[in-house]
T-cell receptor, first 108, second 114 residues
Framework: DAKTTQPTSMDCAEGRAANLPCNHS???????VYWYRQIHSQGPQYIIH???NNETNEMASLIITEDRKSSTLILPHATLRDTAVYYC?????????FGTGTRLKVLA | ETGVTQTPRHLVMGMTNKKSLKCEQH?????MYWYKQSAKKPLELMFV???????ENNSVPSRFSPECPNSSHLFLHLHTLQPEDSALYLC?????????????FGDGTRLSIL
């Protein structure tokens, strides 16, 4: 499993795009990048995952660099409800290793 | 609504009690997981079941006993717990246990040991 590094915290103005970076320089060729978030007192919520290509769904976009050593989760128009801890995970198999994540605070 | 339901949401028990946590998934998945999240610590994987067979027991003390009677239900039986076992216990499920299989989590049971 590749180790991931994320900033401890970030602020974002409501309505603006939130760009959350993740470094996973030891990722191997067949490992996916997953993003989850956890809002206080709830379980982690799956956001998006990808292997090589950029991905987009109704919640977010995932941009993975060409060398796959880093990625960015983009919330296009952040709302107050997006305030949460965001986790970037690169599991080799089913063994998710959650770090401390990035605490995103969306400001009104 | 994630499709994974955990009951009860909150549980307070004494160290000599026996209780069980229940997880049910309505996603048609074949793999289920138990995680523990202690205060100020990252989530830790405890157990993994795939097609009702246990495939992972992550050095968990025997006072925690999992049971997976079918692919939709997962239990965690608790007995003689310690105060340090107070935590949020999370259940998750995925289609299979492969690398391209997102896990979907329930909202957890918050357990307090007196």
């Amino acid at each position: 499993d590749a180790k991931t590094t994320q900033p401890t915290s970030m602020d974002c103005a409501e309505g603006r795009a939130a760009n959350l970076p993740c470094n996973h320089s030891t990722i191997s060729g067949n490992e996916y990048v997953y993003w989850y978030r956890q809002i206080h007192s709830q379980g982690p919520q799956y956001i998006i995952h990808g292997l090589k290509n950029n991905e987009t769904n109704e919640m977010a976009s995932l941009i993975i660099t060409e060398d796959r050593k880093s990625s960015t989760l983009i919330l296009p128009h952040a709302t107050l409800r997006d305030t949460a801890v965001y986790y970037c995970i690169v599991p080799g198999t089913y063994k998710y290793i959650f770090g401390t994540g990035t605490r995103l605070k969306v400001l009104a | 609504e994630t499709g994974v339901t955990q009951t009860p949401r909150h549980l307070v028990m004494g160290m000599t009690n026996k209780k069980s946590l229940k997880c049910e998934q309505h996603l048609g998945h074949n793999a289920m997981y138990w995680y523990k999240q202690s205060a100020k610590k990252p989530l830790e994987l405890m157990f993994v079941y795939s097609l009702e067979e246990r495939v992972e027991n992550n050095s968990v003390p025997s006072r925690f006993s999992p049971e997976c009677p079918n692919s939709s239900h997962l239990f965690l039986h608790l007995h003689t717990l310690q105060p340090e076992d107070s935590a949020l216990y999370l259940c998750a499920s995925s289609q299979l246990t492969g690398p391209n299989q997102p896990q979907h989590f329930g909202d957890g049971t918050r357990l307090s040991i007196l």
